[in-house]
């Protein structure tokens, strides 16, 4: 495989990855807004959606960091579109408990890909050896 098309290979790998991650975002947002308006409730624990697509595609340092930042995106989702914010989040969402899990999921996560991806490196340099 030549410089070229490998060099285009990356990119639309980058632009695919990239497009999943907006995606999971927007459905994030979807699936917190159909909560809310379905049970008068909204559930920041929808942001379990982009954590796994995040550290599926990214690994284990972007799932966590992923899971970190859904704390914040919560309470902004809780402050734009549902009622309250941070105290709603707190007594009502997952709150600290919540977060915790998510990073728990997301490490997990990025964990087994980042091995998927290290299997998969190690295979194909066995091949070329034989």
């Given at each position: 495989?030549?410089g070229?098309?490998?060099?285009?290979?990356?990119?639309?790998?980058?632009?695919?990855?990239?497009?999943l991650?907006?995606?999971?975002?927007f459905?994030?947002?979807?699936?917190?807004?159909?909560i809310?308006?379905a049970?008068?409730?909204a559930?920041?624990?929808?942001?379990?959606i982009?954590?796994i697509?995040i550290?599926?595609?990214?690994?284990l340092?972007?799932?966590?960091?992923?899971s970190?930042?859904s704390f914040?995106?919560?309470?902004?989702?809780?402050?734009?579109?549902?009622?309250g914010?941070l105290?709603?989040?707190?007594?009502?969402?997952?709150?600290?408990?919540?977060t915790?899990?998510?990073?728990l999921?997301?490490?997990?996560?990025?964990?087994?890909?980042d091995?998927s991806?290290r299997l998969?490196?190690?295979?194909n340099?066995?091949?070329?050896?034989?």
């Open positions: 495989m030549n070229i098309t490998r060099n285009k290979l990356i990119k639309t790998e980058t632009k695919r990855r990239m497009l991650t907006l995606v999971a975002f459905a994030y947002v979807l699936v917190f807004h159909i809310y308006f049970f008068g409730q559930m920041a624990t929808a942001a379990v982009p954590v697509i550290g599926l595609l990214y690994g340092k972007a799932g966590i960091t992923a970190l930042l914040p995106v919560n309470i902004i989702m809780y402050e734009l579109f549902g009622k914010g105290e709603d989040m707190l007594l009502k969402g997952g709150g600290i408990p919540g915790l899990n998510l990073i999921i997301g490490a997990v996560v990025g964990y087994v890909k091995l991806s998969r490196r190690e295979l340099e066995r091949k070329k050896v034989e």
